[in-house]
């Protein structure tokens, strides 16, 4: 009987080794787990904040889109204003040009050699400048006055194609043709205008003293003309 009793106490030890080991190997099993579970979280986290930040960055671009398709949609509403206030100009301009040259044209239409032949490309070049194709009006205009030197739109055609050129940063032709109205037909119904013209021109070339000299020439030898009032205006005067 005491021979039996450390042979069981060998089988005790022995036994619970095993267990004993296999306690420490779920231990570190579990810990792993649970590291692994919190890297995953970790990166679930940062994928989630990631995609949050995208989000916001879509919806900051998106409203920037917004705002650009705004303000774009503004500028075109605003050129498209500005062309058909150029082209109310033009016409009423004109209309008020042709009132007072009606009187001066009857009689010197029968001198012309044809006169609806000058007519037609009279209106035409003007068609062009009206449609804000200035280069191809200035092109109109300058074939016009070579064609019909004398004749009764001459003036008028001069006259535009200074306004033509201005358009088209032709400074110089614009100068040109300005001043041919006022040294050919000084007492034409378009001189103060080209007057005006030509103190535009002026400020486009930088020279801002010639042209308000040009502008207070204009008051004081067409001082009842709308372009006087406007040369007012631009003086400070009342």
């Not at 062009?128 to 009006?137: P, Q």
Request: hydrophobic residues 40%.
């Amino acid at each position: 009987m005491k021979r039996l009793l450390p042979l069981a106490a060998l089988l005790a030890l022995s036994s619970a080794g095993p267990a004993h080991a296999g306690l420490f190997d779920d231990t570190e099993a579990r810990r792993q787990i649970m590291e692994m579970r919190q890297d995953l979280e970790n990166r679930i986290d940062a994928t989630s904040r990631g995609q949050l930040e995208l989000a916001n960055q879509n919806e900051q671009l998106r409203g920037e889109v917004a705002r650009l398709r705004g303000q774009i949609e503004v500028l075109v509403n605003e050129v498209e204003s500005l062309k058909q206030r150029q082209r109310d100009f033009y016409v009423d301009l004109d209309n008020r040009l042709r009132k007072l040259e009606s009187a001066a044209v009857q009689p010197q239409a029968a001198q012309a050699a044809d006169p609806a032949a000058e007519s037609a490309e009279y209106e035409a070049a003007l068609n062009l400048l009206k449609n804000g194709k200035h280069r191809e009006a200035l092109t109109a205009f300058e074939a016009f006055v070579s064609k019909f030197p004398a004749g009764s739109f001459t003036p008028s055609a001069h006259f535009w194609a200074g306004n033509a050129a201005l358009q088209a940063k032709e400074i110089a032709s614009a100068t040109n043709h300005f001043n041919a109205v006022l040294g050919k037909w000084p007492n034409d119904s378009v001189a103060p205008d080209a007057m005006l013209g030509l103190a535009n021109s002026q400020q486009a070339m930088g020279d801002a003293k010639t042209a308000q000299r040009t502008l207070q020439s204009l008051v004081e030898r067409y001082p009842t003309s709308n372009a006087a009032q406007a040369a007012k205006q631009r003086l400070g005067k009342r």
